[in-house]
């Protein structure tokens, strides 16, 4: 089936920089979406893309739907100590997959205050 | 406003029984989804319901697996016979309506087989 292959698995940062991760796929998707999720909790969407090339921010996170439709990446910006989390890209490919979301497998974000 | 609810939130049980997992979505929303997510993984597709039509469970791992879902909202997950391998926080979500919409996650329920 589909995959997303997500990087970095992990990061460690201090308090303040910058951070950039991404997803790919050997395959085209029609929309991409970018979760955080909190120990013990489900994952709650930040941004969602609709549009190759589309840029969309959302407060200090940027995403973009990447002109192949075959990825995608998340920034964000000046970290703080709550950006701690797991962050997920997922898509959805269209054709027989209606419906269904494809995850990646997560980065781990820590910040050092 | 209410969000999607899943309960119980945690849920031990012995290797060979049977486990139902609940999950109320948010009201209104006619598309329902449930995943797995193992231990340090991404989340895996199981099933989806999208109104009143046949549910798509290509995502169900074994035959040991079923859901449904009751008047177009609540829905059960049921887990027969479990097996060590079951274990795994199993997540419910809700969208408006079917296709590529955002989908609203509840908090998952954490099942143990021992």
């Known amino acids: 089936g589909q995959q997303l292959n997500q990087s970095p698995q992990s990061m460690f940062i201090q308090e303040g920089e910058d951070v950039s991760m991404n997803c790919t796929s050997s395959s085209i998707f029609n929309t991409w979406l970018w979760y955080k999720q909190d120990p013990g909790e489900g994952p709650v969407l930040l941004i969602a893309l609709y549009k190759a090339g589309e840029l969309t921010s959302n407060g200090r996170l940027t995403a973009q739907f990447g002109i192949t439709r075959k990825d995608s990446f998340l920034n964000i910006s000046a970290s703080i100590p709550s950006d701690v989390g797991i962050y997920f890209c997922a898509g959805f490919a269209g054709g027989t997959s209606y419906g269904k979301l494809t995850f990646g497998q997560g980065t781990i974000l820590t910040v050092h205050p | 406003g209410a969000g999607v609810s899943q309960s119980p939130s945690n849920k031990v049980t012995e290797k060979g029984k049977d486990v139902e997992l609940r999950c109320d979505p948010i009201?209104?929303?006619?598309?329902l989804y449930w995943y797995r997510q193992s231990l340090g993984q991404g989340l895996e597709f199981l099933i989806y319901f999208q109104g009143n039509s046949a549910p798509d469970k290509s995502g169900l791992p074994s035959d040991r697996f079923s859901a449904e879902r009751t008047g177009g909202s609540v829905s059960t997950l049921t887990i027969q016979r479990t097996q060590q391998e079951d274990s795994a926080v199993y997540l419910c979500a809700s969208s408006p309506s079917r296709g590529y919409n955002e989908q609203f996650f509840g908090p998952g329920t954490r099942l143990t087989v021992l």
């Open positions: 009201s209104g929303h006619t598309a």
